[in-house]
């Protein structure tokens, strides 16, 4: 079963578009492979298996060196040469223009393919998640702010990006209007850490929130992701 995950297609600019994330697929070593065929009863020795496995890898490989395609049920490979030439004598000089090889799958492996069962499963949280909000000056860790001071905020896809108004660090009194930190007065703006200068926050609770298009990436989310710190802290 080949479970997977849908999300935004930050690749494309319809917003109702979506890709495929796969989140458990197995990697198998030639060991592992060489336990599956001892499974199946092929009437052969291990040290067979391990031996024809190897044989079979430096027949291929030297196939490839000589400059030569392999075709076979499981695959195909074939060398090309890749770069840009500028003159018909250029060399092939491995740096610019070198030799690659090129692998696709043979018949047995289509046929594979097509027998894959898939099943949607639910994607953990995509955006930002707080899980400590620290007053530098007090030491105090989801409790207390001391305005004019630094608060260091711990969590994973914290980074605030983004170019829109709404996009930011916020405290936020309960049932009143949040509270922006200007963007100068974030100093660590990471992935797992943020810390900024506490802004002159009258006396009484908030909550931390972030408003970030951060990826991770390189791109901007289409759409910005909200986390609320589920803790009040107090101003005194």
């Not at 065929?37 to 196939?63: F, H, P, W, Y």
């Not at 075709?71 to 090309?80: K, Q, R």
């Not at 309960?174 to 200068?197: F, M, Q, R, T, Y």
Request: negative net charge.
């Amino acid at each position: 079963m080949l479970d997977y995950t849908t999300e935004e297609n930050d690749l494309t600019e319809n917003p109702d578009n979506f890709r495929a994330q796969v989140t458990n697929v197995t990697s198998y070593t030639q060991e592992e492979i060489v336990n599956r065929i001892m499974n199946i009863g092929a009437g052969l020795t291990r040290s067979d298996v391990v031996s024809v496995l190897e044989a079979e890898k430096q027949v291929m490989a030297g196939i490839i060196a000589e400059g030569s395609a392999i075709n076979t049920e499981l695959f195909n490979a074939f060398p090309s040469i890749h770069g840009v030439f500028t003159s018909p004598a250029d060399p092939v000089d491995g740096v610019t223009r070198k030799v690659k090889c090129n692998l696709h799958a043979g018949t047995a492996l289509r046929d594979a393919v097509k027998q894959v069962r898939t099943r949607h499963i639910t994607a953990a949280a995509k955006g930002p998640v707080i899980t400590t909000v620290t007053d530098v000056k007090t030491g105090s860790m989801n409790n207390l702010l001391t305005p004019g001071r630094d608060v260091r905020i711990a969590g994973v896809k914290l980074r605030i990006a983004g170019e829109e108004a709404f996009i930011g660090l916020f405290f936020v009194p309960p049932g009143g209007e949040p509270i922006k930190v200007d963007p100068s007065d974030i100093v660590v703006n990471n992935h797992a850490e943020l810390i900024a200068c506490i802004p002159p926050l009258p006396a009484g609770t908030y909550q931390v929130r972030i408003i970030t298009q951060y990826s991770g990436s390189g791109r901007f989310l289409k759409t910005a992701h909200t986390e609320t710190f589920n803790k009040l802290l107090t101003v005194g």
